[in-house]
């Protein structure tokens, strides 16, 4: 397999407690570090770029001809029909959005309570069938037979769509996405997959899981650039009207009449994102040869390895909806009695530089139905992993994270909401440019006078 190699891998980073130690990323779920190859494809083509669709000039010519290839790249990756359409967004929020936007009138949505934000809230406007959280694959299989039984009686004659989560962000299990398939097709629903999770650490296969749409985020594959895609049957979105209104977009404008032109170019409008759809496709074509040659394999030793490992800890709990035995990508969400989640995070960043994610990773209602809302203000821990992290890198993490349970924190840590931050913080900025170096200042200032840390938002 070509070897996945990461810009600002093992960076040295600033310590509260005095010097540098080289950085640890064990944030992939929220967004993954990028990737040499992507950025080289990248910096390749920039003395190239030029418009999209828009310019006469050479540069113009080079960027059209690849970003309609970057399409072909993605449909592969996705493992898509050739009549499916592939819509270039912004990330999968944007996908979900879009699709939410092109259902037909009569269509109903069904999904399940475990979802991310980003495929809980673009449906509010349709009739929602919420599922509960089901406790186990083939608990969901007869959730969702009976809610699309019941919803359906006699064979019903509206449109119906399922949309749930290929890997869930919080406990990294997979969803059994080729059966949901099955059962959705049975009552003539199409079912929509949220690949934002999955997609970096398992093969789509669309035409095969008989998936009608996916969606994922460049920033998740080691590719961001701002890009993500939405691929899927075209007819919805042919029919939708468009997502922005604008060039690009038409075929034919007077001031009467629009004619606008069928997907994507109908939900594209205005100056594409080309860059960060490159570097979508680069990443897309490298993942491709990845999964499939051992890096499914690697992390799947790697996480059974953290969970052992964690395993050791007094007091830790790892939260899951379904059995151990069943299949997770590397992503494992825990809690330590006695220990407030937000401060072993910012303890394990401020004083190992190494970097996990507090909170309840924009999946509140799971994180409700696993936690309750009791130990930790119904906040956890979430460690993930991905390509280029090693068992040296899953053995220095636990050490880190025993030595805090063990002994507590060395440094002192004020809360900011569920989030805490080292009081004093010591640690100089990296040495940038100059204009770089005086917007951090800048930012810094800000933060001081409003006290609204930077960064709090919610996040994958
Ligand atoms: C399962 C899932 N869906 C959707 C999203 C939203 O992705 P983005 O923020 O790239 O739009 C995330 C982000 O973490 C996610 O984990």
Redesign the pocket.
């Known amino acids: 397999m070509e070897k996945l190699t990461l810009v600002g891998d093992r960076q040295w980073v600033p310590l509260v407690t005095g010097g540098e130690v080289r950085r640890l990323d064990l944030d992939y ?3 993954a570090p990028c990737a040499a190859q992507v950025r080289d494809a990248v910096d390749e083509i920039l003395p190239w770029y030029g418009s999209v669709h828009r310019g006469d000039g050479f540069p113009s010519a080079v960027c059209t001809e690849l970003q309609e290839a970057c399409r072909e790249s993605v449909r592969a990756f996705a493992g898509a029909r050739a009549d499916d359409t592939v819509i270039f967004t ?7 959005n879009l699709l939410a936007h092109a259902l037909p009138a009569d269509c109903e949505v069904f999904g399940f309570a475990t ?5 809980l809230l673009p449906w509010e406007r349709r009739t929602v069938h919420r599922l509960p959280v089901p406790d186990g694959p083939a608990h969901a299989l007869a959730l969702l037979d009976a809610a699309l039984a019941s919803a359906a009686p006699g064979g019903g004659g509206g449109s119906r769509l399922v949309t749930l ?5 919080v406990t990294g299990e997979v969803w059994p996405v080729a059966e949901l398939a099955r059962v959705a097709r049975r009552y003539g629903a199409r079912i929509a997959v ?1 690949a ?2 999955l997609a970096a650490h398992r093969p789509l296969d669309m035409s095969g899981w008989d998936v009608d749409y996916v ?1 994922f ?1 460049g ?2 594959l080691y590719a961001p650039y701002g890009a ?1 895609a939405l691929v899927g049957r075209p007819d919805w979105l042919d029919a939708a009207a468009p997502y922005l209104a604008g060039g690009g977009a038409t075929r034919h404008v007077d001031l009467q009449t629009v004619d606008w032109a069928p997907s994507p170019q109908r939900h594209e409008a205005g100056s594409p994102n080309f860059l960060g759809n490159y570097a979508l496709a680069t990443a897309c074509e490298l993942l491709h040869a990845s999964l499939r040659s051992g890096l499914v394999e690697q992390e799947e030793r790697l996480t059974a390895l953290l969970e052992r490992e964690l395993a050791g800890i007094p007091g830790l709990r790892v939260h899951r909806m379904w059995d151990e035995r069943h299949p997770r990508v590397g992503t494992v969400t825990f809690t330590v009695r006695g220990h407030e989640p937000g401060l072993l995070s910012a303890a394990l960043s401020a004083e190992h530089g190494i970097a996990v994610r507090t909170g309840r ?3 509140h209602p799971l994180v409700k139905h696993l936690l309750g809302d009791g130990h930790g203000g119904g906040n956890a821990v979430r460690v993930s992993i991905g390509a280029g992290i090693t068992e040296q890198d899953i053995s220095d993490f636990v050490w880190a994270l025993a030595g805090l349970v063990e002994r507590g924190p060395a440094w002192s840590y004020r809360a900011e909401g569920a989030r805490f931050v080292p009081d004093p913080d010591p640690r100089p900025m990296p040495e940038l440019s100059h204009g770089a170096r005086v917007r951090l200042r800048a930012a810094e200032r800000r933060e001081r006078a409003v006290r609204t840390p930077v960064g709090a938002a919610c ?2």
Not at 90 to 96: F, I, P, Q, V, Y
Not at 165 to 169: D, P
């Open positions: 779920a929220a967004t912004r990330n999968t929020t944007d996908s979900l979802e991310h934000h980003a495929n989560a290929g890997a869930s962000n949220d934002a999770q969606a985020s920033h998740k993500g990773f924009c999946a996040g994958g």
